[in-house]
Structure formats: structure tokens, C-alpha cells
């Protein structure tokens, strides 16, 4: 089933799963009409209650070439950041949010503001001809916004400072290797690879995914004397939901659960 109401993305759903693609043709740019569809894209997979996992794509090339230069080219900085504020905080409130999982399907260009929307999914399926770039300080002559924090979270501040510096592209193949995406599989099987992560996680239970979700962001920043006690909670707790008592009696009797989501 696909919605037709978008005009820079489709919106496909296909047994639980919900694909967001972007089609802007022909670079997929990110622009404020693109912004908003991407979220109320986002905010239509989470409540759906037949979807259990989310993946975002790209149409043509690659996932996107990062935000349109000719849309923001007369912006005067006040116009940036609010700009700036709709992109990067509402996208990363929505997407931390989301009660399902999302997996970004990149294959390949990925660069600035799409770096962006991938790394700020759970999990990242790249092609083997899938890159990354940061091309803010050569292209912008300005630092690229989010992924100065971003980036050092996930391959620490020398590498990060390399790639942003310079604006150089990482491959796909040097990107898993840091740890920065979850598998690389040939162009040719990427969206059946992510196709078949969404359709195992959605075989789990619906409430343990959100609960997990929001553990996994809540423990992110956290100081570790918080943590054993923050885990002691989330799983204790969990104990007397009807999907972990279901959970428990299906292992017992050999049997595959079925969830409620209570």
C-alpha cells in the first residue's frame, strides 16, 4: 500500500514494515517541503499500529547529496537556523521518538544533511558502492552542524576531524570497519537485506522494542552510577507486561509468541 499524499517522497507499506523513500530527483536535496514530508512520513509509520519497523531510502543514485545549496543560497543566518532548527532538532526529536525501529538503506552518495537522517537510525544497511561525505567546510565554508557531535560519538574526534576538515568521503567498506554502519551488502541485495532485518525485528514484540529503544537513548549520556539501577528498572518492570509473560510461556511450551504490544 503506498500514500500518494507526498510529493518529494513515497511512503510504501508492505506487511509491517513502512518504507520512507526519498525521491527529489536528481540528487534527493533536502529542502523545508522535504523536511516536512519526512517527518509526517515518520510520524504516520509510528502510528500505525501494523507497522513494526521503519527503512529509509533513496530514489536514483544515492540516499541524498545533503541539503539543496540553491534553496538556502540567499538565506541570511537568522533565515539558517530556523531553517537549521526545523532539519536537524525537529528531525532528531521525532526520530528518537519513534516507538519502532528505523533502518536506513543507503546505497550510493550520502552526503551532509542525508548523513544526517541515516546516522540518526538504529541500524545502517549500505551498498558496497554506498559513500559518506561532510563537504560543509569545503561547499559551505562552515561547520556542518550536527555531525561535529554526531561523528565524534560514533568514530571519536581525530577521525571525525579528518573526514570533516577535509570533506573527504568515507566507502562503505571503511565505514563498517569504524563501526559506523551495521552491514555492507552488494547493490543489487540492499533493500532485500533490509527488508529481511525489519521483517526479523518485527517478529518481536512490539512494546519490547519501544522499551528498549528508549532505554538504548535514555543510557546514551548517562553517568555509568546511573546505569544498573536505570537497567534494574527497565527489565524488572517489564516482567509484568502480558508480551514478556507471553514471552516466557512461549519459550517454555516451544512454541512462537504471540504479542499483544501490552
Given amino acids: ?137 569545503p561547499n559551505l565554508a562552515a561547520p556542518p552542524g550536527m555531525h561535529v557531535w554526531i561523528l565524534q560519538r560514533l568514530i571519536g574526534r581525530m577521525k571525525a576531524a579528518e573526514l570533516i576538515f577535509t570533506g573527504k568521503t568515507l566507502g562503505s567498506a571503511q565505514a563498517e570497519r569504524m563501526g559506523l554502519i551495521t552491514k555492507v551488502v552488494g547493490a543489487g541485495r540492499l533493500m532485500y537485506e533490509a527488508e529481511k532485518l525489519a521483517e526479523k525485528i518485527a517478529e518481536m514484540s512490539p512494546l519490547a522494542l519501544k522499551r528498549t529503544r528508549d532505554l538504548l537513548y535514555q543510557m546514551e549520556d548517562m553517568d555509568f552510577q546511573d546505569v544498573p539501577e536505570t537497567a534494574a528498572n527497565a527489565l524488572s518492570s517489564a516482567f509484568d507486561s502480558e508480551d514478556s509473560k507471553e514471552a516466557r510461556k512461549a519459550y517454555i511450551e516451544k512454541r512462537k509468541p504471540v504479542w499483544t504490544g501490552k
Fill in 1 to 137: 500500500m503506498s500514500e500518494d499524499r507526498f510529493s518529494t517522497l513515497h511512503y510504501l507499506k508492505e506487511e509491517q514494515t513502512a518504507k520512507i523513500i526519498l525521491d527529489r530527483p536528481p540528487a534527493n536535496l533536502i529542502n523545508r517541503d522535504m523536511t516536512l514530508e519526512f517527518h509526517a512520513a515518520l510520524k504516520l509509520a509510528d502510528a500505525d499500529p501494523a507497522v513494526r519497523a521503519i527503512i529509509l531510502a533513496g530514489k536514483g543514485d544515492g540516499l541524498s547529496g545533503g541539503v539543496d545549496l540553491n534553496y538556502v543560497e540567499n538565506f541570511n543566518s537568522g533565515e539558517m537556523k530556523e531553517f537549521l532548527h526545523l532539519f536537524y532538532v525537529g528531525t532528531m526529536e521525532i526520530v528518537r521518538g519513534l516507538s519502532k525501529p528505523i533502518i536506513a538503506a543507503v546505497n550510493g552518495y550520502a552526503r551532509e544533511g542525508a548523513c544526517t537522517l541515516a546516522f540518526a537510525c538504529d541500524m545502517i544497511i549500505a551498498s558496497d558502492d554506498a559513500d559518506f561525505g561532510y563537504p560543509g567546510v
